[in-house]
């Protein structure tokens, strides 16, 4: 009789920790160049440890561990550590040295609260503020330092048995004020991974690369859970050092032998950007089976540029890929075949704006005025997408159902009851189209700008600025701003110039200038912003709905 495969992460370790537990499983460098490296079978000794650790201090099976650390490290061994305990793990974001402490703790009481969180794990830089801040809000919360857990012996005793449901919590991507705790459970764990390591083409070959942090889903699931479970190494960067030096991703992925990497759009954008000869040498990178961008509508302009800049050194077409994801589905709903370039599909500007239908060109030749979208792939197994009553390459809200997907918000029953349709399907909140089976995300729901009665994708502005020496990369946005006189939305621009900018007024004319030529716009105000005064979601994109508050508020000139 065949023994049946393991399920729980907890369970898929142990097996690793036996039948390969002296080949390495995680790296953590650092750009000062130490690096801890553990085999399988340390990992799991290690996570055991802390999973006795959080037994030893009281912390019972099922109740919520809340991890807060700038340490990929402390995360994901805390992470770890609490799934052997049998407790419910959640990373949150860690704050930012730009954010007030005030404003993270605004956002991380009530996320604390909504969760019902039993302990908090925490870095030592962290001590004081969450002590004082647990005092301040007569929260009874326990409060345990990373570095004391981390040295736990793992002992003999026994570590609770499986609970064999939820496994872990994870957070929608948003500004952490508007953040939604999903609750995942091992059945939507294994179902997301094999799925996804299916359409992957995973083999143990592969090393994963990441510097995403291990808060949001893409970081958390695609390159640390997915990899642990199915028994292939990763290696995680601080992403709070890599955005210091996005160049620094180059020597750990030859280092590593690194074959997949997620990222999010702008990443692409900003590694094409900063990468120098000097960075790369004679590194070879066409040995990665794929750079995968994921987390934002993926713009055909900035993979050409990452090829284009990284060509030279064997980045090709078909190293490119696309995937369509969120917390809610634990995470990956559409991948895009591996080793093919992606699909792109060029169509009229007018009926897409005008109608929400997307037209292929067909053989009409292209123009300035074509608007291209790339594609974010196929469903996954079991996954199935739809496009809200609508037809082929009708653009409406994308809809979608799986055995990945998520139950309910946690502690948020409004916002579970809209998120579903009659007939039990997921909506999204994102905008997009189906052609010939592959989906194609063309923006949020949200966030669509819509001007003197035509839909505005505020990714096309934001594209157009982005492109004018003078703009920093990923610090521009674009939204909607209603003016009650006109009766229609005008639309607003707000950038974080170079620092070394020395005409800002020229700039804001310039932006002025391009937007109305390429996309036959006017701009209601261009806000030039102080570097890093733009507000960010968790995924580190500059939020719209936030800075749209923050403008209207009267920040940078608004009202």
């Known amino acids: 009789m065949k023994t049946p495969s393991p399920e729980t992460l907890r369970e898929r370790l142990e097996h690793h920790g036996r039948s390969q537990g002296h080949e390495w499983a995680l790296r953590f460098p ?9 085999t399988w079978a340390e990992l799991v000794e290690r996570a055991r440890g802390i999973g006795l650790g959080l037994k030893r201090r009281g912390v019972a099976p099922r109740e919520v561990v809340v991890i807060v650390s700038s340490s990929p490290r402390e995360q994901a061994l805390g992470f770890l550590g609490a799934l052997f305990a049998e407790a419910l793990p959640s990373i949150y974001s860690h704050p930012s040295i730009k954010q007030p402490t005030e404003r993270f703790f605004a956002s991380f009481g009530p996320l604390v609260s909504a969760s019902g969180a039993a302990c908090l794990l925490y870095s030592d830089a962290l001590a004081p503020a969450f002590q004082e ?12 330092p990373l570095r004391e857990l981390l040295a736990e012996p793992a002992g003999d005793e026994p570590l609770p048995a499986s609970n064999g449901e939820e496994a872990f919590l994870q957070f929608s991507s948003g500004t952490t004020g ?6 995942i459970t091992h059945a939507m764990l294994a179902s997301q991974v094999r799925a996804y390591a299916e359409a992957l083409q995973l083999s143990s070959r592969d090393r994963v690369v990441s510097w995403l942090p291990l808060y949001h889903d893409m970081g958390l699931v695609a390159c640390l859970l997915l990899p642990c479970f ?34 999010p759009n702008f990443a692409f954008e900003l590694l094409a ?14 040995r990665v089976r794929a750079f995968i961008n994921c987390s934002e509508p993926v713009r055909p302009g900035t993979l050409a540029r990452f090829v284009e800049r990284l060509g030279p050194h064997g980045v090709r077409w078909d190293q490119l890929q696309g995937c369509y994801a969120m917390a809610e589905n634990t995470f990956a709903v559409t991948q895009t075949p591996m080793g093919s370039p992606p699909r792109l599909d060029r169509v009229r500007r007018a009926p897409l704006l005008t109608q929400g239908e997307a037209v292929a060109l067909g053989a009409t030749p292209p123009s300035a005025e074509d608007k291209v979208f790339a594609s974010s792939g196929i469903p996954i197994a079991g996954c199935e997408v739809r496009i809200s009553q609508r037809g082929e390459r009708r653009i409406g809200e994308i809809e979608i159902r799986s055995p990945s997907l998520f139950e309910a918000y946690v502690a948020n029953p409004e916002a579970t009851a809209v998120s579903r349709t009659d007939d039990g399907w997921f909506r999204t909140g994102d905008l997009g189209y189906l052609a010939e089976g ?41 939204f909607g701003i209603t003016s ?5 939305e005008e639309v607003v621009v707000c950038v974080e110039p170079e620092p070394d900018l020395e005409d800002p007024r020229a700039l804001a004319v ?8 390429r996309l036959s716009l006017g701009l209601k105000d261009v806000a030039l912003c102080e570097p890093g005064s733009l507000l960010k979601s968790t995924s580190g994109k500059p939020s719209r709905s936030g800075n749209r508050e923050a403008y209207a508020s009267g920040r940078w000139g608004g009202r």
């Open 30 to 38: 650092t750009q000062g160049g130490e690096t801890l490296e553990l």
């Open 510 to 517: 310039r932006i002025r200038q391009e937007v109305a030529l």
């Open 178 to 183: 508007l953040r939604k705790g999903v609750a």
């Open 133 to 144: 801040w647990r005092v301040a809000s007569g929260s009874g919360i326990a409060l345990f």
């Open 230 to 263: 199915m028994g292939v190494p990763s290696v995680h960067l601080s992403p709070f050092e890599w955005v210091q030096r996005p160049q620094w991703l180059w020597r750990e992925l030859a280092d590593a032998a690194g074959t997949l990497v997620w990222m």
């Open 273 to 286: 950007q900063r990468t120098r000869a000097e960075d790369l040498g004679a590194m070879e990178l066409g």
């Open 438 to 478: 592959e989906l194609f995300v063309t923006g949020r729901l949200k966030d669509l700008i819509i001007h003197r009665g035509t839909n505005l994708y505020p990714e096309d502005i934001e594209e157009v600025v982005a492109s004018i020496p003078g703009c920093r990369a990923g610090r521009v946005v674009a």
């Open 484 to 488: 009650e006189q006109l009766g229609t």
